[in-house]
């Protein structure tokens, strides 16, 4: 069976920035799938935002995000839509 591609959004909460490292690694691994990336981190706290534009089958970006949200101290919710 052909997995469908999905294009939509991928938001990432660092609680913690000790986190990063991991993450950078982790996106890196799915580098194929990710269009767009933006950073924000929080200067008045140790905590930072990922937005993530991504495209691609949906097994590799269940994946990434759950590969994510596995991290301490991380969050990751994604909107995801049918590419046609």
Same mark, same amino acid.
């Given at each position: 069976?052909?997995?469908?591609?999905?294009?939509?959004?991928?938001?990432?909460?660092?609680?913690?920035?000790g986190a990063a490292d991991e993450i950078n690694h982790i996106i890196g691994e799915y580098s194929a799938v990710v269009r767009a990336r933006i950073g924000v981190p929080d200067n008045r706290a140790a905590s930072a935002v990922i937005g993530l534009i991504v495209e691609g089958e949906n097994l590799a /970006? &269940?994946? %990434?995000?759950?590969? /994510? &949200?596995? %991290?301490?101290?991380?969050q990751v919710k994604s909107a995801l839509s049918k590419k046609k």
């Open positions: 069976m052909e997995q469908e591609t999905r294009l939509g959004f991928i938001g990432i909460v660092m609680d913690d920035r /970006l &269940g994946s %990434l995000t759950a590969k /994510l &949200g596995n %991290l301490k101290g991380v």
